[in-house]
C-alpha cells in the first residue's frame, strides 16, 4: 500500500454494507485494505473491481477478526492508516437457554472482540499522526435489545459502551471515534427472513422499507470526512423505526 494517498482499513467487506463502504472510499480516492473469513473469492472480485474502476490500491484479506492472532497478522505490514471502519460481525437468532457457550463467545468474538484487537493495533499508527477516523458498525438492538437475539444484543451494547468511552480517550489526540447503529438493512443479514416476514417488519418501519447498504455506507463515510468535532456519538440509521 502507497503512502500518498489516504489508506482504509475495513472489516466484513465482501459484502452488504462492508462492500458499500468499500465501494464509496474507492470512489473518494482511498487506497483499502478489505477483510472477510469466508468470502474470500467474493472479496477478491471486488478487490479487482475496484483497482479497475477507481485506480486505487485494494488489498484483500481473509482474517478472522474475532481471532487476536488474525488480526495481529493483518496489522503487520500497516504502517499507517487514516480511517478503521469495524463492520464485521455476525447474528444468532434463538432462545438463549438453547444457545451454547461457544456460541455465545463466537458471537461476541467477532462483534466486540474484534474492535479491541483492531483498535489496539490501529491507535498507535494513528497518533503517529495525531488523527484518525473510527467508525463501529453497531445495532438499533445494542440499545434496545431483541428478544432471540440475546448475545447479538449484548454484544452491540458492549459495542455502544466501547464506542463512547474510547471516544473520550482518543479525542485528545485527534482521533474521532462514532458508531453507526443500524436498523433493519437490506443484507445477507437478513436472508433468515421470509418475504412475508420481511414485508410485515417494513410495516413497522415508518420509512416503510427496509434501508440500503449504500445509505449505511454514506453515513459512514459521511462521519469519516465531515463534523470535525463530531465524536463519541452512537447514530441511528433505522428510517425512524425504534
Excluded at 30 to 50: F, K, P, V
Excluded at 87 to 92: D, E, L, V
Excluded at 138 to 154: F, P, T
Amino acid at each position: 500500500m502507497t503512502n500518498e494517498k489516504k489508506l482504509a482499513l475495513i472489516t466484513g467487506a465482501s459484502r452488504g454494507i462492508g462492500r458499500a463502504t468499500a465501494e464509496i472510499f474507492a470512489e473518494n480516492g482511498y487506497d483499502l485494505i478489505l477483510t472477510c473469513r469466508d468470502s474470500m473469492e467474493e472479496l477478491e472480485n471486488l478487490a479487482d473491481s475496484l483497482r479497475g474502476s477507481c485506480a486505487i490500491s485494494c488489498l484483500p484479506v481473509q482474517a478472522d477478526m474475532g481471532k487476536e492472532s488474525d488480526v495481529a497478522r493483518l496489522f503487520s505490514d500497516i504502517t499507517h492508516l487514516d480511517v478503521l471502519v469495524n463492520n464485521a460481525g455476525m447474528a444468532y437468532f434463538g432462545l438463549l437457554s438453547r444457545m451454547t457457550a461457544r456460541e455465545w463467545h463466537e458471537v461476541f468474538a467477532v462483534n466486540l472482540d474484534s474492535c479491541f484487537y483492531t483498535c489496539r493495533a490501529a491507535i498507535p499508527l494513528m497518533l503517529e499522526r495525531h488523527a484518525g477516523r473510527i467508525i463501529n458498525v453497531s445495532s438499533v438492538w445494542g440499545a434496545q435489545g431483541a428478544s432471540m437475539e440475546v448475545a447479538y444484543s449484548a454484544s452491540k451494547g458492549g459495542m455502544n459502551a466501547f464506542t463512547k468511552a474510547l471516544a473520550k480517550e482518543l479525542a485528545p489526540s485527534g482521533i474521532r471515534v462514532n458508531a453507526v447503529a443500524c436498523g433493519a438493512i437490506d443484507t445477507d443479514m437478513n436472508a433468515c427472513f421470509t418475504e412475508e416476514e420481511k414485508a410485515a417488519l417494513a410495516e413497522e418501519i415508518p420509512a416503510g422499507r427496509f434501508g440500503l447498504p449504500s445509505e449505511a455506507a454514506d453515513l459512514i463515510f459521511s462521519l469519516c470526512v465531515r463534523s470535525s468535532y463530531l465524536t463519541g456519538q452512537v447514530i441511528r440509521l433505522d428510517g425512524g423505526w425504534i
